[in-house]
């Protein structure tokens, strides 16, 4: 019998201790981006690192100057692997749209199987689970994993990841490994696993426009008075031309044109934009008019506004001129943009647009720049097998529209490649109202970790 | 000894009893365009009809679909005046700029004197109260009124007044006079009080840009969902050209230039714009290039927008693709402006710009005319005596960039003309936190009412 098979029944025979396990972690509210939750997101890392002692590992939890780091070793044969995920969660407005709370956890039945529903189910608590899970099942079975793992759980993924630079360099040294592994991404198809070959870079910017001294009455000063909302408009509906390009000076530098080679290989993908966008009431591609859908997810650039707010929000209506509004806008990043570049000439743009009247105050929301993977090396062929055994589709190599920074920062800062799996699926809703994880992703996800230890471990 | 004295030396020695009065008022959080607040825009009326009755006077809560009107009628010798202001007060927020609980209200020392300091005290429940309180003093010293009053409260001023109309037609009989008296504008310079001879008209519109059927995460449809944030900001910045002139078409047809007798009036008030805008931290004049500074506020018809929101506005970021975003948008109408043309043609042009994949939703708040008073009146010559006698300058003759449309409505559905005459100062912050009314306008505006009953009973 091969050392795999009882790992794989052990995972099947503890499912149901590993979902409680695995709701401990998903009633901690640990939104990273909101200081009030701050307090939350420390419990989370606790939580983590206590259940990282129990599966025999030296861990601990790190202070930074935002939300604690996790991280852990289980020495082992070679090769080392470096396991990154994320306890930190999205924000749960608008909250009037969850049929429960997002902090409750509960395995429901759905017409497409159970589901395990709240907020981090998907993203990410509950893919992060899947590969301690995994360990789990490898140390009750075998008293020992077959390679050696640094666990490695980040609280600022949501938040732009402000002190995750710092500490790499820091901790340099106890991050060393042959490769890491990211569990934050999706299945390719239902039945399909994935593996990530690029992803795209993100720029978060927020804008505040300032005009008067206090927020005024339109009948007063309406007509006379500079209106922040009209100015933020005028900057927000400049950021495009008419084709949906973005109109940054300088923008579309290092945006590489995809091969034909590439083009090939998406085509046989067979993407379905039409489907894609139905799942969400949409119909019609929005991007770059002269663009296929697949190459605006994933080799396109984007510029998106994720939020606007200035003036009267309520019920009914309120004739003020308001002193102030706001943008919040991201940028995703392909090939070698640079980001920071992009962030001077965005705001060069802005301060433009700016009457003598108005003041704008820029807030930095991360910049980190697309990531491409190297596919060459024999984890990526392993894992490949690996996943294919375990599915009943054969993995793909795909692209992502998403942005891990961390894959850019293990490579940049730790000389280390990226390896991207993760068993989310499309309509998981994360980052929206009623987040989901299918059980089948957490059982099947387990297993599959399960698996790549024992391939990569040869 | 004239009829008069008795009665200003009444309203000197009972000062204080009219704030605590006015006090019982403003403690009724009766915000009528949030439904919350419905109770206490009932409280708010009862309070007030009590009080009529308490003044002798015969008086009632009359219920509508939306909040109750309050209806007061004491006979008397001619002229019969019809007396109105609104019990209803705008929302607080932002609550978290106001010094003290907005319906807490305070008799606060200021460098500038005292001020009555809360929500609704200058706009309208102090203002209304001056006009209560001068009948009360009259009362008190001559057991009756030198003429007959019709006290007449709405509880919807804040909310575009749709039970207005109607009730207006249905009581028409009940609410006849010789003149309309409103108590809702300000002085025209600290020590100058003013009668308002022409009102914009306001036209209040809602429009909620509907994309996907949730919230998305910007990496995964970035670039390729429709974005209702982006819809939305086109329309909005679509709204002016770079003249800031309104685009809707015909949104001028009916707008009348300023008579060159109209303008030497307007330059003898030697109106500074700079010290106007200076107050609120602002310089530059920002409505139409060609324009005057008071022909903006006065003459010239204007775009607003109001309050705009969507997607995440909380601290932090959040990269989501919204689901809908929604702004709030007020035009003041000046001369012959249809408002219900203008929305007409402001709907088509926003339908216009608003792709396939999207939807737009429109609600109505308010569509009221612009109104010219007729000054030949011998009403608004003894007002204006009255007035000047009370105040150490001259009454001035004033346009207001404000709307009342029950002005308009006085005169189109009771054939009643409306004198304007209020005691708000350009710092009460109206509409603002820390709203207050200075306890001079309060006590010099009793005692102008009740010069003002006594000139026009002569």
Not at 128 to 153: D, N, Q, S, Y
Request: net charge negative; with cysteine.
């Amino acid at each position: 019998m091969s050392r795999l098979s009882p790992v794989l029944d052990q995972i099947d025979a503890t499912l149901e201790d590993a979902v409680q396990r695995l709701f401990e972690l998903l009633v901690v509210p640990s939104i990273s981006t909101d200081p009030d939750f701050a307090q939350d997101c420390q419990k989370a890392a606790t939580l983590l690192a206590e259940d990282l002692k129990s599966l025999g590992a030296e861990a601990c939890v790190d202070q930074t100057p935002g939300h604690p780091m996790v991280i852990g070793h289980i020495p082992g044969p070679a090769p080392h692997l470096v396991f990154y995920g994320h306890y930190d969660v999205q924000p749960v407005d608008p909250i009037e749209l969850w049929d429960n709370s997002p902090f409750t956890p509960q395995l429901e039945d759905t017409p497409n199987g159970k589901v395990i529903r709240a907020r981090g189910s998907s993203d990410d608590k509950g893919q992060l689970m899947t590969f301690v899970e995994a360990c789990r099942a490898w140390i009750a079975k075998h008293g020992a994993l077959p390679c050696g793992v640094t666990f490695f759980f980040e609280g600022e993924e949501e938040s732009g990841s402000p002190s995750l630079v710092p500490y790499l360099r820091e901790k340099a040294s106890e991050l060393q490994g042959d490769i890491a592994l990211i569990c934050d991404t999706g299945l390719y198809g239902h039945d399909r696993p994935a593996i990530i070959t690029q992803l795209r870079g993100l720029l978060g910017q927020e804008i505040t426009i300032k005009a008067a001294s206090k927020d005024l009455h339109s009948g007063m000063y309406g007509g006379i008075a500079a209106n922040p909302l009209k100015v933020l408009s005028g900057i927000l509906a400049g950021l495009h031309d008419d084709q949906n390009r973005v109109t940054i000076p300088g923008f579309y530098d290092g945006v590489p044109e995809v091969s034909a080679e590439q083009s090939a290989q998406w085509d046989s993908l067979k993407f379905d934009a039409g489907a894609f966008l139905g799942e969400v009431g949409l119909a019609d591609p929005a991007g770059e008019t002269d663009r296929k859908p697949l190459d605006m997810i994933w080799a396109r650039p984007t510029c998106e506004i994720n939020g606007v707010a200035g003036g009267y929000a309520g019920t009914g209506f309120k004739t003020v001129l308001p002193a102030q509004a706001n943008a919040k806008i991201s940028f995703r990043l392909v090939g070698n943009q640079d980001p920071l570049k992009i962030r001077e000439a965005f705001q060069s743009q802005v301060r433009a647009m700016v009457p003598p009247d108005c003041d704008v105050i820029f807030e930095d929301h991360g910049a980190g720049p697309a990531v491409h993977m190297d596919t060459s090396s024999t984890f990526f062929t392993k894992a490949s097998e690996a996943l294919s055994e375990e599915w009943p589709e054969p993995a793909a190599f795909v692209g992502a529209g998403g942005s891990i920074p961390v894959a850019g920062y293990f490579k940049s800062e730790l000389d280390l490649d990226a390896m991207l799996i993760g068993f989310a699926r499309d309509d998981d809703s994360i980052h929206s109202p009623n987040e989901k994880y299918d059980l089948e992703s957490f059982h099947k996800g387990i297993r599959s970790w399960a698996r790549i230890l024992d391939a990569v471990s040869d």
